[in-house]
Antibody
Framework: AQLVESGGGLVQPGGSLRLSCVASGFTFSSYWMTWVRQAPGKGLEWVANIKQDGSERYYADSVKGRFTISRDNAKNSLYLQMNTLRAEDTAVYYC???????????????????WGQGTMVTVSS | AIQMTQSPSSLSASVGDRVTITCRASQGINNDLGWYQQKPGKAPKLLIYGTSSLQSGVPSRFSGSGSGTEFTLTISSLQPEDFATYYCLQDRIYPRTFGQGTKVEIK
């Protein structure tokens, strides 16, 4: 099982970028998927996630209204459309598979068990 | 958003030491907490989910406990490969939030 991100690069403030994450070795359509980022020298920040069929999506407050998570199960691909980029969006962006472990009818746990290698996004003029 | 506070921010320990890292939530999160290990330049690795369930393949020297607002990650006997940064993550409500990290360094 593997995840490979792409699409990072240098972009000016206010610009846009679309990240991709291609999955292989597992049934992509069966899993929630997540984006997590890490600014240089800083800790991890959860960014967004999306349900198996795309019917539910959630975002961090810091990106809500600017970023859009989506997926194409036919292409085993996850995306993050990033608009109105700011300097503080500079980070390595990781995609991760969420096992979403269900232990009871109303009890489940996130468990990001497979991660990509990350793609660097730099927002600078 | 729920704030997750880890302590200490860093610690120095020797091989064989017992190490405990604490994570406190700003409000109750039941048992909805995971722990991740990250080494420099690498993606994070899942260690524990649901407060105390060990991810497959993770050594049994790692354990987790707690409930509500206070949680701990314990490494019973620190090994050379355990020197890394550790993060907790609450998955009780959205947005998910990580702790700021605890760096475990060699004494």
């Amino acid at each position: 099982a593997q995840l490979v991100e792409s699409g990072g690069g240098l972009v000016q403030p206010g610009g846009s970028l679309r990240l991709s994450c291609v999955a292989s070795g597992f049934t992509f359509s069966s899993y929630w998927m997540t984006w997590v980022r890490q600014a240089p020298g800083k800790g991890l920040e959860w960014v967004a996630n999306i349900k198996q069929d795309g019917s539910e999506r959630y975002y961090a407050d810091s990106v809500k209204g600017r970023f859009t998570i989506s997926r194409d199960n036919a292409k085993n691909s996850l995306y993050l459309q990033m608009n109105t980029l700011r300097a503080e969006d500079t980070a390595v962006y990781y995609c991760a598979r969420d096992q979403d472990i269900v232990v009871a009818p109303t009890v489940g746990y996130d468990a990001f068990d497979i991660w990509g290698q990350g793609t660097m996004v730099t927002v600078s003029s | 958003a729920i704030q997750m506070t880890q302590s200490p921010s860093s610690l120095s320990a020797s091989v064989g030491d017992r190490v405990t890292i604490t994570c406190r939530a700003s409000q109750g999160i039941n048992n909805d907490l995971g722990w991740y290990q990250q080494k420099p330049g690498k993606a994070p690795k899942l260690l524990i989910y649901g407060t105390s369930s060990l991810q497959s393949g993770v050594p049994s020297r790692f354990s987790g406990s707690g409930s509500g607002t206070e949680f701990t990650l314990t490494i019973s006997s620190l090994q050379p490969e355990d020197f890394a940064t550790y993060y907790c993550l609450q998955d009780r409500i959205y947005p998910r939030t990580f702790g700021q990290g605890t760096k475990v360094e060699i004494k």
